[in-house]
């Protein structure tokens, strides 16, 4: 049996992520980052959306996006990874699968578990060691949080604002927040959210939300081990 269907409830901000086939690379050089980027940007426009933070590593993405009202966050995925599936190919001269199977989305409480999450995407290359300093990484949001560059691609969230009183303040209190490793409890929970699909947020929030979307909160039983979740 297939997957259900994502439903679309309007004004949910989702954590997508998705990794390369047999978590082979998918952004092998500068230019298949840009493009990636370019596609994103493109698929924006005919799929409106508003984006709050992206990380792209070399096997797999992280997207933070709340998709306008009306739209899916399954038709947005699906043009995104088709497009760069379409360039990669070309690029590259592969043919196969691009993408190991269907992208995960798990959705946000738009609260301080948002500002979580948007923590846990843009300090990917710190966790994964490839920078020590998250300045010196092109491929995320964190230049426009952390150093205050302009980024078209992405929207202010209501979040933001309340951190400081200027948005000089922010930054700072986003540079240190972002230099600071996330708690193991503050892990686990993101982890599990996009493992299982549950939604991410105060238990009250997360049953009535779990509700609307379908999503099965029960503990699975035995079987095959979860698999692991990148970094």
């Known amino acids: 049996m297939g997957r259900k269907p994502h439903l679309i409830a309007d004004g949910l901000v989702y954590h997508a992520i998705n990794r390369g086939n047999n978590r082979d690379a998918v952004f092998c050089a500068p230019s298949d980052y840009l493009a990636f980027l370019h596609a994103l940007r493109q698929t924006k426009v005919c799929y409106p959306f508003r984006l709050f933070a992206y990380c792209l590593m070399t096997n797999h993405f992280h997207l933070v996006l709340q998709p306008d009202n009306g739209q899916s966050i399954s038709r947005i ?17 592969t043919v196969g699968h691009v993408w190991q199977g269907r992208f995960r989305s798990p959705v946000i409480q738009q609260d301080e578990h948002l500002l979580t999450v948007l923590r846990y995407v843009e300090a990917n290359p710190l966790r994964a060691r490839m920078v020590s300093d998250l300045a010196c990484y092109p491929w995320s949001s964190y230049i426009v949080h952390g150093l205050g560059r302009r980024d078209p691609l992405i929207d202010e969230t209501a979040v933001w604002p309340p951190l400081a009183a200027s948005e000089a303040a922010r930054q700072a ?38 509700s609307l979307l379908g999503v099965d909160l029960s503990e699975r039983r035995r079987g095959r081990p979860a698999k692991r979740v990148e970094k």
């Open 77 to 93: 995925l699906q043009s995104l990874t088709v497009a760069h599936t379409w360039r990669f190919h070309t690029e590259h001269h």
């Open 173 to 210: 209190l986003w540079r240190t927040w972002l230099h600071t490793p996330l708690t193991e409890r503050e892990l686990s929970a993101v982890r599990r959210s996009v493992t299982t699909g549950r939604p991410f947020g105060e238990s009250a929030w997360v049953q009535a939300t779990a």
